[in-house]
């Protein structure tokens, strides 16, 4: 029950005389009729200066207050619009109070004519007292009208007021604003047909997850079977249970815009999403009073509502993505008010909103949270492999399902009968191609009336049904007038939902009403702007599809237009939307500009939407003409970006891309994109274990830079190379590049921040590590200067200076003590809020190998669970492989420890074998020193031959300079040999020989080793 008044009526009736007023008020009038009609309510008796209308049946009661409240607030607008023109004209000021009660009432017809509905009941006296106390320009709202729309709704705090004929005061709230509009004006829907057994399934789940058990459910079926409509009948149950619900909706047109997904369900759960950037940021900080404030920049701008004005925190998109998850799951697990969460038409997700749901949904199961994702059977990504996931997969109604669907449509009357059964035949249980039909049929007059009581006259003989539901929805977009179809054609090319304003952008006069009334689009939204959807997803591609390739191309390219001026704060954000336009225009050069820029957008918050708009920009310059005379060039530059951030992620077959770069940049003599290609292809080697290829590639990548004499390139590429050849034990040319680097660096500091922020710290500590491997001097002052370089400049350069430090060359040099763990806690903690997932692995293996070697055995039991979840992390996450057989030693430490000394043993000489064979060969020191170690331990038969054996492989291994590290490791192995065998003489001869070799050296540890030798 709705009831509007003109405040002070009589003083305007004063200022502008009777008719005058009278014009006015039928002004008035007729605008908020028109707003209470789009809302489904029913103007009743126009009470002189005032209006009254009444929202209820046929639906539901929560419904009815929505809807009334939607259109208190839209009559509030009109109203303020034509106050505008009355103050200019009349110099009065008109205003209106509004009041909202819910209850029975009594309707029924008394007057005649179109306002002659009236409404009587105690409630209305109600609604009118509200009314009374409303402030001018306001609505209010009666207790049970709040009652009914709190969820939605922004109310004020409860006021009591004293209205005419009661003693005690009342509650009334005052409505603010409605949020999450769409969802809630439900269209009025046929009968639920079948399904129950679906239905009591998602119910229980349901019923479990308010418990404290959560669920994730995935909805699955063809086009038209009914998952959304399941869906909507969940949320509703859900509703009613005190369940909130929020949506996020997938569309075919942003299945390439990162984040597009994520973002649109955050926004909903956080109840941002009408909110402007200040307002937004504020609720959510309201939300998550204890996170920490440089995690919820990071939130903003994954939600779309950063500040304009702050700058982009210079976090890598690992650790972004790491805080990001920490925050949504506490988020998530903290929220003790049930709530279902949906991701519908998962088929089109966004790569990136896919991979960042997955990990947010995996605390459901500990919330008291449910979600469900509807999905086409195509789609079977990530979301579909949840652990724990429920699938309910939709099959077709069965056939006396579908002639109960059919039959509620059509209604009892017996002429329809044949039409109906030709229907259910064709339609082969999709429900929605069963209604298009009828729709159909309807259109062309061959079924006469209205739902539920139509009548047929033509012989069924004689009519046609569509062939395919395809069909049906092209037939009725055919039958629609010029200016609906134009409409319906641009809508089509900006999406599933759109905005009147955008479609007045694609310089189209929109023709909404006939397409609304053709249930082919739905008004989801009301203020502050009008939006729309259509009905179906299906018509929206059919829509799409029937056009004119030339008419569509002229759309994408002004929706392009439009997105990119209407918008300006957000452009960044849109860069890659605007790119799919623009390619969809077939303005290749435009759109691959728009890709490049999405991609240097997405570089900084996730390299696998980076790598995306690369992927794309590549294929939009090869498919330019042949005489295009940036073509060359343009097909270069996001092979270039795709080959040297390789190491950032892995790709499935980025070979091939450095292959095509290869050629190209050969045909245009570009060495320079070649060598920053290959530089991170060195790297992406290193990753895969596969050494000797990585080292091959870095000494071909210095040749070309060398040749370059571009000083610059040297300093920015020489870490990838130097990292190859210090694992590949090849320390002559890591001490030769490292040092250019360092006598290059201070006149040519790195111009972009391509492979590491700080090249000289890192230059210093590659220096370090192969001077001590090669036994020359210098090494503690290179590590010492790195270290106290990087410490306050650059996080990723220091995690690789203390990975290094500790894991590199540690065991032998450095005390684990407290002042070493200190150092890697601090490194640890830096590199986990802002570093890649590689450094933080850097960091990590220096504090295991640190507290491995520590007093106190908890602290050693600590160590060597932290190697072991790297072990298995790179494993899983395929990354930094060429770090496991050093994981792999700690492995078989622990289980030599368990007791398991074959198991180990065996583990040692797998191990071994495949450092060698992938040239892994810094690592092969410390995995003979295990394996002699514990086969001399076993001495069992045959063992001190395979210990020794074993030596002897190491000592032939490359590079044979004498005097290196490797010399000393082997010359103490053949001692430790020698002994077992009994051979007194020579065992303390290479004693001798170990411990003046390791002094000259100036390797305590060792020379301690060597005074312990019996
Ligand atoms: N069991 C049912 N009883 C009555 N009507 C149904 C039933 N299932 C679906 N419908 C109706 O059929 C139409 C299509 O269903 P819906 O939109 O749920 O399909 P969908 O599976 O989500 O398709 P898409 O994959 O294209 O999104 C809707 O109008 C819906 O109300
Ligand atoms: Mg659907």
New binding site residues.
């Given amino acids: 029950m709705l009831f509007a008044d003109v405040v002070h009526s009589m003083d305007i009736a004063a200022a502008v005389g009777a008719e005058r007023l009278r014009e006015i008020m039928a002004e008035l009038v007729n605008r908020a009729a028109a707003v209470v009609q789009q809302y489904g309510g029913t103007v009743g008796s126009f009470t002189g200066d005032g209006i009254m209308a009444v929202f209820g049946a046929p639906v539901s009661l929560e419904d009815h207050a929505v809807r009334a409240c939607l259109a208190a607030l839209g009559v509030q607008e009109e109203a303020k619009r034509l106050a505008v023109d009355v103050q200019d004209r009349d110099g009065v000021e008109l205003q209106l109070r509004i009041g909202l009660n819910s209850g029975q009432v009594i309707a029924g017809e008394i007057g005649s004519g179109s306002y002659g509905y009236t409404a009587i009941g105690e409630q209305v006296g109600m609604a009118q007292r509200m009314e009374s106390v409303a402030p001018p320009g306001g609505v209010m709202l009666s207790a049970s009208t709040a009652r009914l729309v709190g969820d939605t709704a922004a109310l004020g705090e409860p006021e009591m007021v004293l209205i005419k004929g009661a003693e005690e005061p009342v509650a009334a709230h005052r409505l603010l604003g409605m949020g999450e509009r769409h969802r809630l004006i439900e269209r009025v829907?046929?009968?639920?047909?079948?399904?129950r057994w679906e239905m009591s399934a998602v119910e229980g789940l349901l019923e479990r997850a308010v418990d404290g058990h959560g669920a994730v459910v995935g909805v699955a079926?063809?086009?038209?079977?009914?998952?959304?409509?399941?869906?909507?009948e969940v949320a509703g149950m859900a509703r009613r249970r005190g369940v909130e619900v929020f949506t996020a909706f997938c569309e075919s047109h942003t299945s390439q815009v990162p984040f597009h997904a994520v973002a649109r369900l955050l926004r909903a759960a956080f109840g941002v999403d009408e909110l402007d950037g200040q307002a937004a940021r504020d609720r959510t900080r309201a939300q998550l009073p204890d996170a920490d404030n440089e995690d919820m920049v990071l939130f903003d701008d994954l939600l779309g509502i950063s500040d304009p004005q702050a700058t982009l925190l210079p976090i890598d998109p690992d650790a972004r993505r790491r805080r990001l998850t920490a925050l949504v799951n506490a988020a998530l697990l903290g929220r003790t008010r049930p709530a279902l969460y949906v991701v519908?038409?998962a088929h089109w997700i966004d790569a990136v909103s896919e991979s960042m749901l997955a990990d947010f949904f995996t605390v459901i199961p500990q919330t008291p949270s449910m979600v469900v994702i509807?999905r086409?059977p195509e789609y079977e990504g990530t979301l579909t492999r949840i652990h724990g996931t429920h699938t309910i997969a939709?099959i077709p109604?069965s056939d006396p399902?579908s002639s109960a669907?059919v039959a509620t449509v059509l209604g009892p009357d017996s002429s329809v009968g044949e039409v109906g059964e030709a229907i259910v035949a064709r339609a082969a249980g999709n429900?929605?191609f069963?209604?298009e039909m009828i729709r159909d049929l309807a259109e062309r007059g061959v079924l006469q009336g209205t739902i539920g009581s139509y009548v047929c006259h033509t012989d069924v003989a004689e009519v046609s049904v569509p062939a395919t539901l395809h069909a049906a929805i092209g037939a009725r977009i055919d039958r629609l007038g010029t200016g609906a179809k134009k409409t319906i054609n641009a809508a089509a090319v900006i999406g599933l939902r759109f905005t009147a304003a955008l479609l007045t952008g694609l310089e189209v006069d929109s023709v909404l009403d006939e397409l609304t009334k053709a249930e082919l689009i739905d008004q989801v939204r009301f203020t502050p702007r009008a939006e729309y959807a259509f009905?179906?997803?299906?018509i929206r591609a059919v829509a799409y599809e029937s056009q004119l390739k030339s008419d569509r191309a002229q759309l994408h390219r002004r929706l392009a237009a439009a997105i990119e001026s209407r918008d300006p704060v957000s452009v960044d954000e849109n860069t890659a939307l605007i790119a799919e336009h623009l390619e969809a225009a077939g303005d290749l050069h435009a759109a691959f500009d728009w890709h490049m820029r999405a991609g240097a957008w997405a570089a900084n918050r996730d390299i696998a939407a980076a790598r995306l708009s690369w992927e794309r920009a590549r294929r939009v310059a090869d498919a330019l003409p042949g005489d295009h005379p940036n073509r060359l060039a343009m097909r270069i530059a996001p092979r270039t970006l795709l080959c040297g951030s390789a190491w950032r992620r892995f790709h499935d077959d980025i070979a091939a891309r450095f292959e095509e770069l290869r050629e190209l940049c050969a045909q245009a003599g570009d060495k320079a994109s070649l060598a920053v290609g290959m530089a991170g292809m060195v790297i992406e080697n290193m990753h895969h274990a596969r050494i000797g290829e990585a080292s091959r590639l870095a000494s071909e990548c210095m040749a070309l830079v060398e040749s370059l004499a571009d000083p610059t390139l040297i300093v920015e590429l020489s870490f990838a190379a130097c990292v190859a050849k210090l694992q590949a034990a090849e320390w002559d040319d890591a001490l030769r590049w490292s040092q250019s680097v360092i006598e290059l660096a201070d006149r040519h500091p790195a111009n972009a921040n391509i492979l590491v922020g700080s090249p000289m710290a890192a230059a210093l500590v590659f220096r370090g590590v192969a001077r001590w491997r090669l036994g020359r001097g210098g090494w503690r002052e290179d590590f010492d200067r790195a270290v106290s370089m990087t410490r306050t400049i650059d996080p990723v350069s220091h995690a690789v200076v203390i990975g290094y430090k500790y894991s590199g060359i540690g065991p032998q040099v450095h005390q684990a003590d407290d002042a070493a763990l200190a150092e890697i806690g601090e490194a640890l903690q830096v590199a986990e809020r802002s570093s890649d997932d590689i450094a933080r692995a850097l960091v990590r293996l220096a504090l295991g190998t640190t507290l491995v070697r520590h007093d106190s055995p908890d602290r050693r039991r600590r160590g060597f669970e932290v190697l072991a979840e790297l072990l298995d992390m790179c494993v899983k996450k395929r990354f930094a492989l060429n770090a496991v057989p050093t994981l792999e030693v700690f492995a078989a430490y622990t289980k030599a420890a368990r007791g398991d000394l074959d198991g180990a043993i065996v583990q040692l000489r797998s191990t071994a074998d495949d450092a060698f064979h992938t040239g892994n060969l810094s690592s092969v020191e410390w995995v003979t020193l295990a394996l002699v170690e514990k086969l001399l331990a076993r001495s069992g038969e045959g063992d001190v031959a395979a210990a020794e054996a074993a030596v002897d492989r190491l000592a032939a291994a490359p590079p044979h300079a004498s005097g290196t590290h490797r010399a000393l490791v082997a010359l103490r192995l053949h001692a430790l040999v020698a002994r077992a065998r009994g051979d007194e003489p020579i065992y303390r001869e290479l004693v001798e020989h170990y411990r003046a070799m390791a002094t000259s050296f100036g390797l305590e540890g060792s020379m301690k080793w060597a005074e312990a030798m019996p």
């Fill in positions: 829907e046929s009968t639920l047909v079948g399904r079926g063809s086009p038209g079977i009914g998952k959304s409509r399941l869906v909507r519908e038409d509807t086409r939709l109604l399902e669907l429900p929605f069963a209604q009905r179906h997803p299906l």
